[in-house]
């Protein structure tokens, strides 16, 4: 059975929320399905994927979608499918300026589509399309903080009309800060995945308060009075806690008013997974993107363990649900999980990738990223048809981490 692959990178406003995804072109699971295709076949299958075998809004959610055209697709000699709503249609670099392609910028513009510029280059023939353009894409590595301040200066003062100017391959919180001071508007990179780094471990008094709650969950002889304590010492909690068991998802016929009747239709295990994910998320400065990624992490490992009839299925959704505190905390891993009463075996699997938790967190960021060598290795060794299953759990863990962070 064949399998639809998207690759997607978040894009941020300047409050680090998520406006939308670059959708990549990503080969098959195996080494011999991964060779390059030209690139009007790769847009239209994104294409295809997008719309027809996955669904755009599995992908994107309510953020507009970003498809890379190659010359084919934006002079009309191959059709775009599909209406604008909120999709940008990226003019890649390497499209030689002509007549003819300022001409179909404009006809895509007037049809509604966003145009993006990518890669745009300051003094280059692309300033030719700037009148027509919604967003301008700028490398970031590739220009002196000089060249970015007169570069945008420059734009400033040119441009028709109001466009957004992003900024790529954004690494680190600092680069982030920088271009937001020099005046970009949006952010492309995987920065927020990557923590600060410290002269001394120190966690804040927020995050600190955080860890000791996280350190009482893990207590393996916490029953329902304890856990009903712990969480109505916090008000915050509690009204989260009790807004989503009373909410659309569940349509209990009475008001659930307590906690203790949230544990008991939901079950402990549940409540303790959502207290995390609200720990997680409360005073979090980080993008919502980086919360929604250990969510899909935490979705993925429990349903590839429980795929492959593993044991123990909590801690592989513990796992992945803290792949990521580091990042979250800005702190070490290995001085959070100091401060964690967690087992020998998923402490190895977050500081070392090793045992049995560790190879199924592996795997998952693999696919996350599409790691195409690591992923045959894994299948190979595994039951016919878990890479199909695959993309179904992830479009359930897409979709379920979509709703979480809604509510």
């Known amino acids: 059975m064949d399998q639809a692959y998207i690759g997607r990178q978040p894009i941020f406003d300047k409050e680090l929320h998520t406006f939308g995804y670059e959708l990549l072109f990503r080969s098959g699971g195996s080494k011999e399905s991964a060779g390059v295709i030209d ?58 300026m002509s007549d003819q392609v300022i001409a179909s910028v404009k006809r895509l513009s007037d049809q509604g589509f966003l145009i993006a510029l990518d890669d745009f280059v300051f003094g280059s023939e692309q300033e030719q399309l700037i009148p027509f353009a919604d967003i301008i894409k700028v490398e970031f590595p590739a220009h002196s903080k000089l060249q970015l301040e007169n570069g945008i200066r420059k734009l400033a003062r040119s ?9 790529e391959k954004i690494e680190t919180e600092q680069e982030y800060q920088l271009c937001r001071s020099l005046g970009f508007d949006l952010y492309q990179g995987y ?6 780094v410290f002269t001394s471990a120190i966690i804040s008094e927020n995050n600190l308060e955080a860890l000791l709650i996280l350190k009482k969950l893990q ?8 856990l009903e304590e712990l969480i109505m010492h916090d008000v915050s909690l509690t009204y989260k806690i009790l807004r989503y068991i009373n909410s659309a998802n569940f349509s209990f016929q009475h008001k659930i008013e307590s906690i203790a009747q949230a544990v008991t239709l939901l079950g402990l295990d549940t409540i303790k997974q959502w207290v995390m994910v609200l720990l997680f998320a409360k005073g979090n400065t980080k993008p919502d993107e980086l919360i929604r990624l250990a969510l899909i992490r935490s979705k993925m490992c429990h349903f590839t363990a429980k795929l492959l009839h593993l044991s123990s ?38 500081l070392n990738r090793t045992g049995e938790i560790g190879e199924i967190l592996s795997f998952v960021i693999a696919y996350e990223e599409h790691r195409v060598e690591e992923l045959a290795q894994f299948y190979q060794s ?13 479009i359930e863990a897409v979709r379920w981490s979509r709703d979480i962070i809604d509510a």
């Open 382 to 394: 595994k039951p016919a048809g878990v890479a199909v299953a695959m993309q179904r759990g992830f």
């Open 219 to 226: 207590d393996p002889n916490m029953v329902l009075k304890d």
């Open 313 to 350: 299925l909590d801690k592989y959704t513990i796992v992945g649900l803290f792949s990521l505190i580091d990042s979250m905390m800005e702190c070490p891993m290995a001085t959070i999980l100091e401060q964690l009463p967690l087992e020998q075996d998923i402490n190895e699997a977050l």
């Open 39 to 96: 690139g009007n076949a790769a847009t239209s299958q994104v294409m295809v994927n997008t719309f027809l075998e996955i669904g755009i809004e599995n992908i994107v959610g309510t953020g507009y979608a970003f498809f890379n055209l190659t010359h084919e697709f934006l002079t009309g000699e191959i059709p775009i499918p599909f209406n604008p709503g909120k999709i940008v249609l990226e003019v890649l670099e390497d499209i030689l």
């Open 191 to 196: 920065f927020f995945s990557k923590p600060r």
């Open 159 to 167: 441009k028709k009309r109001s466009a957004r100017i992003l900024a």
